[in-house]
């Protein structure tokens, strides 16, 4: 039984008929649970029902018969079969607010679980039933202090994927606009605060013109001691705000950064890997990391220049009415700064760009040379890599060096004015006061001077602005060129999830990689039955990988079709496809951790047994309990403390622990010494038993053992069939065969007159 998808709107007719529980599906699988874990199993096939799929419990890895299954192997049942799913901790009262008919899974302290199907707010009472009861049970009122005592929060919520969810929104400023807006309530806050502490920081400056104007003038002793406590006030209150408003900031930041992680995770890795055989890791990261240049920006300096812009709007009625004449200078001074600001916009714009070229250039020759250094030393790499960073750092260093010559000339022209909104606006101030009948008096003339200034810089601000914004443009669309690519996502997410068996069939598959004029497979057409053990042989460049590659689905833009056990496999569900196929390359990376966690490789519901087992068949058993430490010897990054053909017994242990159906082997015993390999080799039989391999070698002697070899040449399928058989009537084949083994007579024995080596 299959997990299949239906009509997301079959159930939902029913209602809350999703605690219909049918037990007879987990009957059906035979799996002999505990009633705590049938109540569990039941209470997420219930759900998922509601949702329009069935699940089927052959395709959960229990730990144990008898453990809860955790919330980790749940989740990834649910999502394995394309369900939203999520686990997080929830209160009674949120699950009281939620207003949604869908049911909750709430996993019970008990290893048991139950299924809220609805809530009476009057009584303050969620509805639950007992997964594994009969639809016609009533629902049972539970309040807050009765479900404390079974339930401490563990809750899985489920919906159907959505299609072109959030996740699939471009990376550009609307995005990150909106990311920023799902905070309104905390922009909201920083806004009142930051308006709030604008005015309090303006105060003083009122205060200042009536300790000149009056204070000082009627030695007003009883005016100085109120404007004193104002100031003491408003610093008081300003310092709070500030304090608070910081924090708020912080917050917003944190949360954003976040979401963001999120999402640039999920979408570089949805992305193809031909995407990343193409681009360097250096330029990638250093691209991908303008991000946070960019939410600086939003966060910080525009919503600050906004605020500030906000203030010139309640700052200049006061000004006008103050002195008209005066308002009207700084005006124009402001308006001439940010006209000069404007023309040097578009050339700083140009310069960044090239400033941003430079810099990701420059990143990805200091992250190749980590990430070649071996190579680098081994070959003494080490000046020539040296003379390509000096290069890349000295050009980076130019053009750093010409837009800060550039940046200056904005920043000293506009200077004058500036000054002249802060003190010269008082020379002319002084000079209306001599020739005007009702001149401003000296506090009010200072205040004005305290004043234009507070105009002026956030006007010089919002042009300077306009230059941050080209910059953030640029970032954003070095981020766009990576994570707007067009990605896996839908074929990850969607599709079929068959049972597989193993059937594999090319009809007239031809491919091209990108950029390449001869197609690399032209016209392939082979068909092998479920448990083959298919070995792929011909000339470097004839196909061989390019075969396994198109398998996994790794390229898919090839024309033809690609069948397993009949499905085209654009119509399957490609994460699913690659569970369920096992893979082992000539260099497998394994990553930092121990033995057993390498072979587990982060899959939930699999156990140490399963570790041992798959470690047992792919023979690396032996040598992994030879370590000091066992299954939890811990593996270095790059593995050095492991020889290749360790390395390699575990890469084939980690792809047979999920048992696959298929199983490629690309040139896995290539770069092996002879031992390794026979070992390796000798366990391939016992490893091909119930499933397809396909393995790809140069060594034909390693495929001798093989149900079937395809011999390809420059794409094509020259001739498919067993050793013997292909000796005899493959020209191609028997050419290789004689050419890598001449002491052997053709049929795989040794040859009588094998020179036998001596020694001299
Ligand atoms: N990522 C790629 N981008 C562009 N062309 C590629 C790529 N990978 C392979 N090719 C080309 O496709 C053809 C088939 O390559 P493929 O790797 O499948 O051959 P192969 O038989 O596995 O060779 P080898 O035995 O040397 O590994 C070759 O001409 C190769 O140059």
């Known amino acids: 039984m299959n997990d299949t998808q239906r009509d997301p709107g079959a159930n939902s007719a029913t209602g809350h008929g999703a605690a219909n529980l049918d037990m007879a599906a987990l009957m059906d699988a035979e799996i002999n649970v505990s009633p705590l874990v049938q109540a569990r199993l039941a209470a997420v096939m219930n759900v998922a029902r ?33 369900l939203w799913a999520r686990g997080v901790p929830m209160t009674f009262r949120q699950l009281m607010r939620i207003d949604d008919a869908a049911p909750i899974v709430l996993l019970l302290d008990d290893g048991g679980a139950a299924l809220v199907t609805g809530r009476d707010p009057e009584n303050q009472v969620l509805l639950l039933r007992d997964p594994r009861g009969r639809a016609s049970d009533p ?55 930051s308006i709030t502490i604008t005015i309090l920081s303006i105060i003083p400056i009122f205060m200042v013109m009536r300790v000149i104007g009056t204070v000082i003038q009627y030695h007003s002793w009883n005016t100085l001691a109120l404007v004193t406590v104002l100031i003491i006030l408003s610093t008081g209150f300003e310092m709070i705000l500030t304090f608070g408003r910081k924090l708020l900031e912080v917050m917003i930041a944190t949360k954003l950064d976040a979401r963001l992680n999120l999402r640039i995770f999920d979408r570089l890795v949805s992305l193809p890997i031909e995407f990343f055989e193409r681009e360097q890791a250096g330029v990638l990261t250093y691209k991908v990391q303008q991000i946070y240049q960019v939410r600086e920006f939003l966060t910080g300096r525009l919503m600050n220049t906004f605020i500030d812009v906000f203030m010139v709007v309640l700052l200049l009625p006061i ?31 140009i310069m960044t760009g090239k400033l941003i070229a430079a810099e990701s250039a420059k990143g990805s020759v200091l992250v190749e040379t980590i990430y070649g250094i071996r190579t680098v030393k081994a070959l003494a790499l080490e000046p020539a890599r040296a003379a390509d960073w000096d290069r890349k750092v000295a050009t980076s260093a130019n053009l750093g060096m010409e837009m800060g010559q550039l940046a200056n000339w904005p920043a000293t022209l506009v200077m004058p004015l500036q000054r002249y909104s802060q003190y010269g606006v008082m020379i002319f101030g002084a000079y209306i006061a001599m020739n005007s009948n009702n001149p401003l008096d000296i506090g009010a003339l200072t205040g004005y001077m305290l004043l234009g200034s507070r105009v002026a810089g956030p006007l010089v601000s919002l042009a300077t602005v306009m230059q941050d914004v080209q910059k953030a443009q640029a970032a954003i669309w070095q981020v766009g060129s990576i994570l707007n690519r067009p990605n896996e996502k839908r074929a990850l997410t969607h599709g079929l999830r068959p049972r597989f068996e193993g059937a594999v069939e090319f009809d007239d598959v031809t491919f091209s990689y990108e950029g390449s004029k001869t197609p690399a497979l032209d016209k392939m057409s082979f068909k092998i039955p479920a448990g083959t053990m298919l070995g792929l042989v011909g000339r470097s460049g004839s196909g061989k990988s390019t075969v396994t590659r198109l398998l996994q689905g790794i390229n898919r833009d090839y024309s033809g079709a690609i069948k397993i056990d009949g499905t085209d496999m654009r119509e399957i569900n490609l994460r699913h496809l690659r569970k369920s196929f096992g893979m082992v390359l000539q260099d497998n990376f394994l990553f930092r951790g121990s033995v057993k966690d390498n072979i587990i490789a982060g899959r939930p519901g699999l156990s140490f047994e399963d570790a041992v087992q798959a470690a047992r068949l792919a023979g690396a058993e032996e040598f992994i309990e030879r370590m000091p430490q066992g299954y939890d010897t811990f593996i270095q990054e790059g593995s050095p403390n492991l020889s290749g053909g360790q390395k390699q017994r575990l890469a084939i242990a980690r792809a047979v622990i999920s048992d696959p159906k298929v199983l490629i082997l690309d040139e896995a015993t290539s770069a092996l010494d002879p031992e390794s390999e026979a070992l390796v080799n000798a366990n391939l039989l016992r490893i091909a038993q119930g499933r397809t391999m396909v393995i790809v070698s140069h060594r034909l002697s390693s495929l001798i053992d093989c149900d079937l070899i395809m011999v390809l040449d420059r794409g094509r399928t020259m001739d498919i069939g067993t050793h013997h058989e292909l000796v005899e009537r493959c020209a191609i084949y028997r050419h290789l065969w004689l050419q890598q083994n001449r002491h052997l007579d053709p049929q795989g024995k040794t040859h009588a007159a094998a020179p036998k080596p001596t020694l001299a």
């Open 50 to 82: 509601y949702h329009g799929v069935e699940l089927n419990p052959e395709n959960l890895r229990l730990q144990t018969d008898d453990a809860a299954p955790s919330p980790l192997v749940l989740l990834d049942w649910l999502k394995d079969a394309g």
């Open 139 to 193: 629902a049972m009122p539970v309040d807050e202090l009765r479900l404390k005592q079974v339930w401490s929060g563990a809750t899985l919520l489920v919906r159907t994927a959505r299609e072109g969810n959030d996740e699939e929104q471009a990376f550009n400023f609307t995005m990150l606009g909106r990311l920023v807006w799902s905070d309104r309530a905390l922009l909201r806050d920083i806004g009142i605060a």
């Open 319 to 349: 000004l006008f009415y103050m002195s008209a004449p005066m308002a009207w200078t700084v005006l124009i001074a402001a308006s001439l700064i940010a006209v000069i600001i404007g023309i040097f916009l578009r050339p700083l714009g």
